[in-house]
């Protein structure tokens, strides 16, 4: 089967531009995360999306991240302005369901200048 | 605090001997734990998962994990270790229904 995939694979803006990432999961997968994975650190959760609705984004800067998954499928996590911290792979990864082994795209290394 | 440590930054073993990245873990209930390895430029790949039963768990890759209730522990191993395993490993725990992901260990496996 297909993997969870993502663009675009890297990415460089300045700082206070616009920038956006898309993901599509693996088809029938209802849980779709995006973590944030800072150089020398862990994945973090950001948001969690249970079909199209958010179960959890208490650790998404939202005043400046968005994210959506309209349809229940692909999704678009949005920073806007970008500051020079939010350098970090963003991954996305999706599940059958809520808890279950989590499957994750390559990434998109973002390097805000 | 953090649910989920690798007590080491780094893990250095020559190919052949036996491979150990430790984790210990910090969560309320039976853990629900897992390993993953990440390869350079490549998104996190599953290893394997501790969910109930054998304390013992086999995964991908020649890769197994202990886990150790008393010691709140779930060591990574490998008996006989490749160049091809040097990568960064992560241990990850189901807490508050989020996985919670340890700092990662980097283990070099030299020739």
């Known amino acids: 089967e297909a993997g969870v995939a993502q663009s675009p694979r890297y990415k460089i803006i300045e700082k206070r531009q616009s920038v956006a990432f898309w993901c599509n999961p693996i088809s029938g997968h209802a849980t779709l995360y995006w973590y944030q994975q800072i150089l020398g650190q862990g994945p973090k959760l950001l948001i969690q999306?249970?079909?199209?609705?958010?179960?959890?984004d208490s650790q998404l800067p939202k005043d400046r991240f968005s994210a959506e998954r309209l349809k229940g499928v692909d999704s678009t996590l949005k920073i806007q302005p970008a500051k020079l911290e939010d350098s970090a792979v963003y991954l996305c990864?999706?599940?059958?369901?809520?808890?279950?082994?989590?499957?994750f795209g390559p990434g998109t290394r973002l390097t805000v200048l | 605090a953090q649910s989920v440590a690798q007590p080491e930054d780094q893990v250095n073993v020559a190919e052949g001997n036996p491979l150990t990245v430790k984790c210990t873990y910090s969560v309320s209930g039976n853990p629900y734990l897992f390993w993953y390895v990440q390869y350079p430029n490549r998104g996190l790949q599953f290893l394997l998962k501790y969910i109930t039963g054998d304390n013992l768990v086999k995964g991908s890759y020649g890769f197994e994990a202990e886990f150790n209730k008393s010691q709140t522990s779930f060591h990574l191993k490998k008996p006989s270790a490749l160049v091809s395993d040097s990568a960064l490993y992560f241990c990850?725990?189901?807490?508050?229904?989020?996985?919670?992901f340890g700092a990662g260990t980097t283990v070099t496996v030299r020739a």
């Open positions: 990850a725990v189901i807490d508050d229904y989020k996985l919670s």
């Open positions: 999306f249970q079909n199209n609705g958010v179960v959890d």
């Open positions: 990864a999706s599940s059958l369901l809520a808890g279950a082994e989590q499957f």
